[in-house]
């Protein structure tokens, strides 16, 4: 049996990354607001990490970070030891809208894996944690660049 795309990779990712932006309006969240949560729930964060985590530049993050924080899901702190930097802080209202975004997107993976066989099913969540990885490991070597040094 040979394996027929059903488009090329990078259209198929564009489509599935509207399915979750659509599962993400449901909790009255962007993509980006949502990674900035997800990002946060690993630990505190100054701007500019964040920047360099999102890809985005410092005033972009800023920008987002305020609207985040006039809706209390995020809280801004000076940093122990130094209060001159700021870190950003996911506060429990954060959490769980976090918790809420995660369970919106399983929900619309979980409908769209329905219209598979259970094996395709299986290797598409499999693919996803694979594309994760590699995600990681892409953002990891480029803030180990980032901060290499002299």
Known sequence: MTHEPCGPSGRIA???AK?????????????SQYRL????SEGPSQASTLAERLIVSRPSVTA????LVERGLVSRRGAEGDRRRVMHVLTDNGLKELSSADEAIERMLGKLANRLTESQAKRAFNGLDAWGKALDAAID???ADVVKPA
């Open 141 to 143: 070597a480029a803030l």
């Open 19 to 31: 399915q979750v932006e659509r599962a993400l309006s449901g909790v009255d969240l962007s993509v």
């Open 14 to 16: 564009a489509r599935l």
């Open 64 to 67: 987002l970070a305020d609207g």
């Open 37 to 40: 949560l997800a990002y946060l």
